[in-house]
C-alpha cells in the first residue's frame, strides 16, 4: 500500500507541471483520500500485528500448555500402563489367591470336621471314663469298706483263737512239760501232744491220763462252738512189724486220730461235724528221724484248731 502511494505521489509532482490545476486538484483529493486510508490502514495494520502478536503469544502459550499436558498425558499413560499391569498382575495373583484360599477352606472345613468328630468320641471316651472311674471309686469305696470288715473280722478271729490258746494252755497247765505244746500261728491254734501221753507202742488206744488230756480239751472246745477241730495223727519213719489188724503206719497214724475224736465226740456239747480225723502216717515229721528224740517228737497227735471262716468267705465271695 505504502508503496502504491509513493508512486501515485511521483507522478502527479511530475506531471503537475503539465496538467491542469483540475486535474491536479482531482489528484490531490485522491491522494489525500488515499494517504487518510493509508493512515487508516497503517493504524488497523498495527492493531492487527499487536492482536497477532498477542494471539501469537497466547498460542504460544496455549502450545507450551498442551507440550506439558502431552507431557502430562503420556506420563498419565505410562502410569496407567504400570497401574494395569499391576492390576492384572494382582488380579491374577488375587485369583489364584482365591482358588487356593478355596482349597485351602475346603480342606480346613474337612478337618474341621474331622477335629470335631474326634473331639466328640474323645468327649464320649471321656463321659464314659468317668462314669467308669465313678463306679471304680463307689466300687472302691465299697471294698474298702468291705476289706475294712474283713480286718475286723480277722482281728475278731485272731483275737478269739488267742483265747482259745490261753484257755486251752490252762485248761493243759497239768499236763506242761509231758510232751503237750499249745501254740498259735497263722490264725490257727496248734495242741501237739506227743505219743507218750496218750498211747503205748503200737497201740491206739488211750490211756487214763491222755484221756484226762482229751477231756478237758473237750470241755474248752464245747465252749468255742465255731471252731473247726482236725485231728492229725503223725509216725516216725519206722515200719510197723506187729502184724495183726494195723497194715502200716497210716493205718496207724490213722486210728490214733480217730481214738481222738471218739472220746471228744462223748462230749455231747461239741458238734460232731466240726471234727475231722486224718492220719498222716511218717510224712510230716517236724524234727529228724535220725535219733531217738527226733522220733519221739514226730510220733504225735497234733489238733488243728481253726476258726470257721463261714462269715470271712461270704464276704470274699461278695468282692468276687
Not at 143 to 153: G, K, T, V
Not at 281 to 310: C, F, H, M, Q, S
Request: with cysteine.
Amino acid at each position: 500500500m505504502l508503496k502504491k502511494i509513493l508512486i501515485l505521489s511521483f507522478i502527479i509532482s511530475v506531471s503537475s507541471s503539465c496538467v491542469s490545476s483540475k486535474i491536479y486538484k482531482e489528484l490531490d483529493g485522491k491522494y489525500t483520500t488515499l494517504k487518510d486510508d493509508y493512515d487508516s490502514l497503517s493504524s488497523e495494520n498495527e492493531g492487527v500485528i499487536g492482536e497477532r502478536n498477542t494471539l501469537q503469544n497466547q498460542l504460544d502459550q496455549l502450545q507450551r500448555e498442551y507440550d506439558s499436558l502431552l507431557s502430562e498425558r503420556d506420563k498419565l499413560l505410562q502410569e496407567l500402563s504400570a497401574v494395569q499391569k499391576k492390576y492384572d498382575s494382582l488380579n491374577e495373583s488375587y485369583s489364584a489367591l482365591e482358588k487356593n484360599s478355596s482349597i485351602e477352606i475346603a480342606n480346613n472345613v474337612q478337618k474341621n470336621r474331622e477335629l470335631l468328630a474326634q473331639l466328640e468320641a474323645k468327649e464320649l471316651a471321656i463321659s464314659a471314663e468317668n462314669d467308669r472311674l465313678l463306679k471304680l471309686e463307689a466300687d472302691i469305696q465299697e471294698r474298702s469298706q468291705r476289706i475294712a470288715e474283713l480286718e475286723a473280722l480277722i482281728t475278731s478271729k485272731d483275737q478269739d483263737m488267742r483265747d482259745l490258746k490261753n484257755a486251752i494252755s490252762s485248761a493243759l497247765t497239768a499236763f506242761e512239760g509231758k510232751g503237750l505244746t499249745v501254740e498259735q500261728r497263722d490264725g490257727k491254734v496248734y495242741v501237739s501232744m506227743e505219743n507218750k501221753l496218750l498211747f503205748k507202742s503200737g497201740s491206739w488206744s488211750i490211756g487214763s491220763a491222755g484221756r484226762v488230756a482229751i477231756e478237758q480239751l473237750g470241755s474248752v472246745l464245747a465252749e468255742n462252738p465255731e471252731i473247726a477241730v482236725l485231728i492229725e495223727g503223725h509216725t516216725d519213719n519206722d515200719p510197723f512189724s506187729s502184724g495183726g489188724s494195723i497194715a502200716n503206719n497210716w493205718d496207724l497214724s490213722t486210728k490214733r486220730a480217730t481214738s481222738i475224736v471218739q472220746i471228744l465226740s462223748e462230749n455231747t456239747r461239741i458238734n460232731p461235724e466240726s471234727l475231722t480225723a486224718a492220719g498222716r502216717g511218717e510224712y510230716a515229721p517236724i524234727a529228724t528221724n535220725e535219733t531217738n528224740v527226733g522220733k519221739a517228737k514226730n510220733r504225735r497227735i497234733e489238733v488243728v484248731l481253726t476258726p470257721k471262716l463261714d462269715e470271712i468267705s461270704k464276704l470274699l465271695k461278695n468282692d468276687l
